[in-house]
């Protein structure tokens, strides 16, 4: 990961991006997307573009609380915790979940305005 | 490409669904996806999440009349033309751009509704 110091365009914290609520870029029909910004918004939609992580991420957000501990989505996900933990790691790094540890698990949310700045960017 | 007869979700035309405005599934924050959305929308989510298709999104949307010739793509991307013809198939395939073969050059255009729909299931 890089640091708040010495960010270069194609290296800035999907993190810093998606939790600021703007992803990166204009919307793609308003002006053609520069190819820096194209580099940083791919990263993050890889993140997405697996099935697992899509319903990791809508779990999380429909749990109770909007926060969710990897104990409560491996059953529904019916894969191993360190597949599901794997997982939340990518959604972490590309700034679309928080991680929190209290105590012996950690618990996942939603960054507020994350999935928001995305589909913005795809309008 | 699967037939409009003998769909099952997750063989399902991701260029149907997506023209018809409705991607695959709810929002992702209202209710936990699917195991078969999931995989619907992870396709055209892969679609998507490379620069060059980005950008080329963003450049067929942005030229005028909303409609491109590869020939108007290979200079800006500058990629040569078999890349760039392989990337707008990707995106036809995804339900993301039209394809309209006039003379000796294809014409693209962006689905109507279609990048509306995936952004609304990310919301």
Not at 3 to 19: F, H, K, N, Q, Y
Not at 110 to 123: K, M, T, W, Y
Request: glycine share 8%.
């Amino acid at each position: 990961m890089v640091t708040a110091l010495g960010l270069v365009p194609t290296e800035r914290s999907a993190v810093e991006a998606a939790a600021s609520g703007v992803v990166c870029c204009a919307p793609l029909s308003r002006e053609p997307l520069g190819a820096e910004d194209a580099v940083v918004l791919a990263r993050i939609l890889k993140a997405i573009a697996d099935p697992a992580r899509l319903r990791l991420l809508s779990l999380v957000a429909a749990h109770e609380g909007g926060e969710a501990c990897v104990c409560d989505l491996i059953e529904p996900l019916g894969l191993s915790q360190p597949t599901v933990s794997h997982h939340l790691k990518v959604l972490v790094e590309a700034g679309l979940l928080t991680r929190d540890k209290r105590g012996v698990w950690a618990y996942y949310a939603l960054v507020p305005g994350g999935l928001d700045a995305l589909a913005a960017v795809l309008r």
